[in-house]
């Protein structure tokens, strides 16, 4: 029977050392299919146990060039994309403080003679020619020497990659020039020209391309971790007659477990005794607390508000709803990504072909070049490898992201990583999460209807008696009179009846209020109300009344309302094309009078969080590309499992750290902004890559030298440089265009 397992994989850097060892593990006897993540640098291998095994597993993956460890290993390094960023940036920097002086003191000369005059005013021609020796160096050995590594790596498995292109292209560059300051004699007369400047510039501009692509790529494990953190590490058990203190992992079933105000619940389990109000937004999304009393069903994870209960575990370990969750989360992540970065795609064959052409551009030249061939040839070859080198293709991705993140970050919109933008550009369905996505995620008065007598005397009345209780309804109507100015008096008597409502004395007044199973209880008649309670129930809302001195005389709804700009982006989102759906816990009833609200048409209600990830992968088999919107817990498995998960950054650090796409205001315009970005951000970098590989495909003959034989011009290394630098410069200053997006709608601050 076949088996599943799942391990890290370290030193991948593209989509090429993806397909690398992909190869390398179908190639094992006995495994039938493996997947390999590059944002997650993990592994899914399906297998026979009885051919193979994982250590044979490993072992051919270190053989490919790379490091198979334990995800828990993994877990903990998991600061090693920190460290691997703070690295590369140092680089950088150091990389960039030798390659300004250096293009300064070879090119200052030819774009500014008075500057040359300057410089041999103060040293001779050769001084300089060794200070461009002394600062190239460091930045070829030291700052790149991780393309040496990567790129005999790729070499010495006959899989050559964007690593060996660098590598021989900077060094062809370099050593040329090195050559031509120790041997000039060697070189055709005019040709013994130093390139260090190009050298240097290739692994500068490479080395931040690398950074900023470190930088997009979001932590995708801190996910895992902060859910994992959510599980206490012990809890309260009863143990021969009294409660202790017991690591969680010790917890059974059928253990009676105890828990206080504030705490989190430690396992999943039933209410013995007491009663509480608990926090369950972490599971269902909801901001209003529960009430649990005996025979209450207790999530693990969720968090106790007021009160002391007990209960009896019943899903302990994996089995409980947050192992569950966790377990969601990580299999989405684990999944290959929907999209590979074009650059590694095509540089899957173009390298192999720009190395085979300079092969055969020395070849031609030795073969029938004038004298001298040696140095026809190689100034040839080497004019192909530098003109050749993939800076532009390697920029064209990352400076469109960093300009497109960073307008994203000024007008609200968080990319967590760099593929983000090209995804979210190509969904064509976005599934919207409810309450604290479409709606304001806290329970307010919205409707107050008064049969006779001043509405705020009757609300200050209502709201005094309410301020007795700590059910979020009645913090509700507290805030609403609060707002409105008016002074609550003190209450003579107070009494909850239990499940149906509450009745006290305000000023040597009556006041009782409730819901209509309560007025009915009571004797009151509702009939004054009855039109109005009808059109609440249709709007989703729950009415509630309030009887003063024996007479009923109010009806209020309490309700999630619609947050300012929903419809709007709703609208919005029609008007790009994108088909829009709505995941929710919510009865049908009010999910569909939410969804008529802000004019959604597809609504998907009373689905439980582990279902909400399956949804996504319904739309998805329909050959939809989708972007869930969410802002709890719950919301995690979706968000991982959708092509883009946007959280709102107004949500739970959770679902922040398990989208890839974060509306920082809270406010849904933000994503019609965040898509708009994206398409424009995916159209620079097209144009990009059709400029860099049309510049290649121009450029390359001309520095194999098909032009000699008909104007006698050969293109020298120095120019087949600054054609290079030219292609960079315009392929980054297409992408700096991406500062002036506008957003289409007005974003309200957070």
């Given amino acids: 029977m076949s088996e599943q397992v799942r391990f890290g994989v ?56 790379y490091e198979a460890v334990d995800l828990d290993d993994a877990a903990a390094d998991g600061d090693a994309r920190d460290r691997e960023q703070a690295e590369l940036k140092r680089l950088v920097l150091l990389s960039a403080l030798c390659t300004a002086p250096l293009v300064a003191v070879a090119m200052g000369p030819m774009l500014l003679p008075a500057f040359g005059n300057a410089m041999h005013a103060v040293l ?144 999943d389990g039933t209410v013995i005794d007491g009663n509480s109000y608990v926090d369950v937004s972490m599971v269902t999304g909801e901001p209003i607390p529960v009430e649990v009393t005996s025979g209450s069903e207790v999530v693990g994870g969720t968090i106790n508000k007021n009160g002391t209960f007990s209960f009896r575990a019943t899903r302990v370990g994996a089995d409980t709803v947050l192992a569950r969750i966790i377990n969601m989360v990580e299999e989405a992540q684990a999944g290959k990504p929907p999209i590979q970065l074009l650059a590694d795609r095509i540089a899957g064959v173009f390298v192999p072909v720009v190395i085979v052409v300079a092969a055969i551009t020395f070849a031609i030249w030795m073969w029938i070049g004038p004298d ?70 806290e329970p307010q008065l919205t409707d107050l209807h008064v049969e006779g007598d001043d509405e705020d005397a009757v609300l200050a009345l209502i709201a ?61 008649g509702l009939e004054a109300f009855a039109g109005s309670a009808r059109q609440l129930a249709d709007e989703g809302k729950t009415p509630l009344y309030a009887a003063i001195d024996g007479r009923a005389v109010a009806m209020l709804a309490v309700a999630d309302p619609l947050k300012d700009g929903s419809r709007e982006a709703i609208d919005a989102l029609h008007d790009l094309g994108l088909q829009v759906a709505m995941v929710t816990g919510d009865n049908a009833r009010t999910a569909r009078a939410i969804a008529r609200q802000a004019g959604i048409d597809t609504v998907l209600a009373e689905v439980l969080p582990e279902q909400k990830a399956n949804e996504v992968k319904r739309l998805q088999s329909g050959g939809l590309r989708v972007a869930f919107v969410g802002d709890g817990i719950n919301d995690a498995p979706a968000l991982a499992q959708s092509d883009v998960g946007v959280a709102i950054g107004t949500g739970t650090d959770i679902a922040i750290e398990a989208g890839d796409v974060i509306l920082m205001s809270g406010d849904l315009r933000g994503i019609v902004n965040a898509i708009a970005l994206s398409r ?13 590989y049309a510049y290649n495909v121009a450029l390359i003959p001309v520095a194999a030298g098909v032009l000699f034989p008909f104007v006698g011009v050969l293109l020298s290394p120095m120019l087949a440089a600054a054609a290079m630098s030219l292609s960079s410069v315009f392929v980054v200053t297409n992408s700096l265009r991406l ?12």
């Fill in 372 to 441: 001298p061939v040696l140095n026809y040839a190689f100034v040839a070859a080497v004019s192909v490898l530098v003109i050749a080198c993939p800076c532009a293709m390697g920029l064209a991705t990352p400076t469109a992201i960093m300009v497109g993140t960073g307008k994203g970050a000024e007008t609200g919109t968080l990319f967590r990583q760099g593929t983000a933008l090209e995804t979210l550009a190509r969904v064509d369905t976005v599934a919207l999460d409810k309450t604290g996505t479409l709606t304001r995620g």
């Fill in 464 to 524: 005094a008696a309410e301020d007795n209780s700590e059910h979020p309804v009645a913090r509700a109507l507290v805030a609403a009179a609060r707002a409105r100015g008016l002074v609550l008096r003190e209450t003579e008597s107070f009494d909850a009846v239990p499940g149906f409502g509450l009745n006290a004395v305000v000023a040597g007044h009556r006041v009782e209020v409730g819901a209509d199973r309560y007025m009915a209880r009571l004797g009151y």
């Fill in 10 to 65: 370290q030193g991948m850097t593209c989509a090429a050392c993806v397909g690398r060892v992909e190869r390398t593990l179908t190639r094992q006897p006995g495994v039938e299919a493996a997947t390999v993540n590059l944002a997650t640098e993990q592994a899914v291998v399906t297998f026979d146990p009885a051919t193979v095994d994982v250590a044979a597993m490993k072992a051919a993956v270190h053989d490919a060039g």
């Fill in 739 to 750: 500062r002036g997006f506008e957003p289409a709608l007005r974003v309200a601050e957070s």
């Fill in 124 to 267: 001779p021609a050769n001084a300089w020619h060794w200070l461009e020796l002394l600062l190239a160096t460091p930045v070829q050995f030291y700052t790149g020497r991780r393309f040496y590594r990567q790129g005999w790596a790729e070499i010495r498995h006959l899989n050559p990659g964007m690593s060996t292109l660098v590598m021989m292209g900077s060094s062809a560059a370099y050593f040329y020039s090195v050559l031509a300051i120790l041997a000039p004699g060697l070189f055709p007369a005019g040709t013994a020209n130093l390139y260090f400047e190009a050298s240097a510039t290739i692994i500068t501009l490479i080395l931040a391309g690398k950074y900023l692509e470190a930088r997009a790529k979001g932590r995708t494990s801190a996910a895992i971790r902060k859910l994992m953190e959510l599980q206490p590490g012990s809890a309260r058990v009863e143990r021969g007659g009294e409660f202790v203190d017991l690591p969680i992992d010790e917890v059974v079933r059928d253990d009676r477990i105890r828990v206080r105000p504030g705490e989190r619940i430690p396992v």
């Fill in 680 to 692: 424009r951000t995916l159209r620079t970098i097209r144009n990009n890559f059709i400029w860099a």
